[in-house]
């Protein structure tokens, strides 16, 4: 399988960005997909997750009401829209796959990653 995440970039703080992961080598209806982050001497970071049909999505409360998930079953694609960032959102973003009912959180029970993209936020 391959995922493969793009968007990422330098954007001033209340900006906005979107970021796609496209995947390849998996059954993508099949499969759950979450976005992580991790900025540097920190752990990877549960952003979000998307059920296999869309209808059903969580955030993390760090970025809710300011980030969307949502995924374009036709195109093997998930998106992350991230609406009035922040430094602190500064980090390298990575997409996830995990063959599951249920949305999870934790970065162990995702199968696949992607490469990560970066997003930095100026202050």
């Known amino acids: 399988a391959q995922l493969v995440e793009s968007g990422g970039g330098l954007v001033q703080a209340g900006g906005s960005l979107r970021l796609s992961c496209t995947v390849s080598?998996?059954?993508?209806?099949?499969?759950?997909m979450g976005w992580f982050r991790q900025a540097p001497g920190k752990e990877r970071e549960f952003i979000a997750a998307?059920?296999?049909?869309?209808?059903?999505?969580y955030f993390a409360d760090s970025v809710k009401g300011r980030f969307t998930i949502s995924r374009d079953n036709d195109k093997n694609t998930v998106y992350l829209q991230m609406n009035s960032l922040k430094a602190e959102d500064t980090a390298v973003y990575y997409c996830?796959?995990?063959?599951?009912?249920?949305?999870?959180?934790?970065?162990?029970?995702?199968?696949?990653w992607g490469q990560g993209t970066q997003v930095t936020v100026s202050s």
């Open positions: 998307i059920s296999r049909s869309g209808s059903d999505a």
């Open positions: 996830a796959a995990k063959f599951a009912d249920i949305l999870l959180t934790e970065a162990n029970d995702y199968n696949y």
């Open positions: 080598g998996l059954t993508f209806n099949w499969y759950n």
